[in-house]
T-cell receptor, first 112, second 112 residues
Framework: DADVTQTPRNRITKTGKRIMLECSQT?????MYWYRQDPGLGLQLIYY???????NKGEISDGYSVSRQAQAKFSLSLESAIPNQTALYFC???????????FGPGTRLTVL | GESVGLHLPTLSVQEGDNSIINCAYS??????FIWYKQESGKGPQFIID?????DKRQGQRVTVLLNKTVKHLSLQIAATQPGDSAVYFC???????????FGAGTTVTVRA
């Protein structure tokens, strides 16, 4: 969905490096989510935010941190990347009424 | 058409046939369900949703059926086309706090 954008789309980095993935949305949604997708698996929730400066851990938050300084932006950081964090990362938004989430195009992260 | 009695990771369908993709959910308290389609290199896209007060909902060429007795959800695609080749995920609102929990996905391949 073009209303949800992610940068970068692809990133290759080395073990121990700090990485930040950015998500921006123009849908005006309050709720934002970060997911990780590994081959053959569904989407696993890393962190989510229901409002500016509201941060909640998901299923697999260890090794990750997030920041929500504005309604339109939700960033995901890997403070010290490790190879098993190699995956596809998706950001999603959701309106206040709940229901369907709208996904960005994803970031493919490779940690060497 | 072809159907999957249990959740299987892959489904091969002849072009023009009907497809049925199955999903089992775990929480009888879940009250909202979604089907997403994910094409290669893209984020998940919303297909159709259904609330627990309904048994069936139809969209364009797609139908979702909900059987609450056995906690089973299915997606039917009529007259499957090559563009339907993708991974299909079901998701449920399990905790009633608007987070979605995703299944592992079914990869649908359409044969010409």
């Amino acid at each position: 969905d073009a209303d949800v954008t992610q940068t970068p789309r692809n990133r290759i980095t080395k073990t121990g490096k700090r990485i930040m993935l950015e998500c921006s949305q123009t849908k005006g949604h309050d709720r934002m989510y970060w997911y990780r997708q590994d081959p053959g698996l569904g989407l696993q929730l890393i962190y989510y935010s229901f409002d500016v400066k509201d941060i909640n851990k998901g299923e697999i938050s260890d090794g990750y941190s997030v920041s929500r300084q504005a309604q339109a932006k939700f960033s995901l950081s890997l403070e010290s990347a490790i190879p098993n964090q190699t995956a596809l990362y998706f950001c999603a938004t959701q309106g206040l009424a709940g229901g369907k989430q709208f996904f960005g195009p994803g970031t493919r992260l490779t940690v060497l | 058409g072809e159907s999957v009695g249990l959740h299987l990771p892959t489904l091969s369908v002849q072009e023009g046939d009907n497809s049925i993709i199955n999903c089992a959910y775990s929480n009888s308290a879940s009250d909202y369900f979604i089907w997403y389609k994910q094409e290669s290199g893209k984020g998940p896209q919303f297909i159709i949703d259904i609330r627990s007060n309904m048994d069936k909902r139809q969209g364009q060429r797609v139908t979702v059926l909900l059987n609450k007795t056995v906690k089973h959800l299915s997606l039917q695609i009529a007259a499957t086309q090559p563009g339907d080749s993708a991974v299909y995920f079901c998701a449920e609102n399990r905790s009633n706090d608007y987070k979605l929990s995703f299944g592992a996905g079914t990869t649908v391949t359409v044969r010409a």
